[in-house]
């Protein structure tokens, strides 16, 4: 069946350096795609969204990347901080009627000091 | 404003006992979801809301589980029987939007 995954299941990165998060989705139906970020004990939080007419959109320090062609979305986080240490989920709405989406496994960050 | 909020934060029940989990959406969103996550693990659909439509119980692993909303905000998730297996955190989300979903902080709980 359809699937989100993730190249990486943990990336640890240096703080102060930019960190890359990548995601592989296989439906090619989807038409949105959402980041969201989990600290320990605590429910996902929304970072950034993106539609499939874009292929770039950027927030605060993070910016998403959308390739169509290859089906591959990244999340980008610039000067990564301690408090970006969290699992990082890609999750994909392919418009379905139930409006449910469809969530990577995650990718766990850390940031060294 | 408020976030959506869920009781209790942790649960511990014994095996074969019923439990029941509470979801308070954000006020006005007429989306509301259940998921289950365990550990080290990616969030599992379980069911959606959305206004008065019948709701999408797709996701939903056994009988066992049911899930109510009621007046449109509310939901209470439902497990009878609990199993071992059964131990998860549990999470809601409600949404304004069929996309963008704001997550409780979720229910852990624990099946002895």
């Known amino acids: 069946g359809e699937s989100v995954g993730l190249h990486l299941p943990t990336l640890s990165v240096q703080e102060g350096d930019n960190s890359i998060i990548n995601c592989a989705y296989s439906n090619s139906a989807s038409d949105y795609f959402i980041w969201y970020k989990q600290e320990s004990g605590k429910g996902p939080q929304f970072i950034i969204d993106?539609?499939?007419?874009?292929d770039k959109r950027q927030g605060q320090r993070v910016t998403v990347l959308l390739n169509k062609t290859v089906k591959h979305l990244s999340l980008q986080i610039a000067a990564t901080q301690p408090g970006d240490s969290a699992v990082y989920f890609c999750?994909?709405?392919?418009?379905?009627?139930?409006?449910?989406?469809?969530f990577g496994k995650g990718t766990k960050l850390s940031v060294k000091p | 404003g408020a976030g959506v909020s869920q009781s209790p934060s942790n649960k511990v029940t014994e095996k074969g006992k019923d439990v029941e989990l509470r979801c308070d959406p954000i006020?006005?969103?007429?989306?509301l979801y259940w998921y289950r996550q365990s550990l080290g693990q990616g969030l599992e659909f379980l069911i959606y809301?959305?206004?008065?439509?019948?709701?999408?119980k797709s996701g939903l692993p056994s009988d066992r589980f049911s899930a109510e909303r009621t007046g449109g905000s509310v939901s209470t998730l439902t497990i009878q029987r609990t199993q071992q297996e059964d131990s998860a955190v549990y999470l809601c989300?409600?949404?304004?939007?069929?996309?963008?979903?704001?997550f409780g902080p979720g229910t852990r709980l624990t099946v002895l």
């Open positions: 809301f959305q206004g008065n439509s019948a709701p999408d």
């Open positions: 989300a409600s949404s304004a939007l069929v996309d963008t979903q704001y």
């Open positions: 999750a994909e709405n392919y418009g379905g009627s139930q409006g449910n989406l469809i």
């Open positions: 993106i539609r499939s007419n874009m």
């Open positions: 006020s006005g969103h007429t989306a």
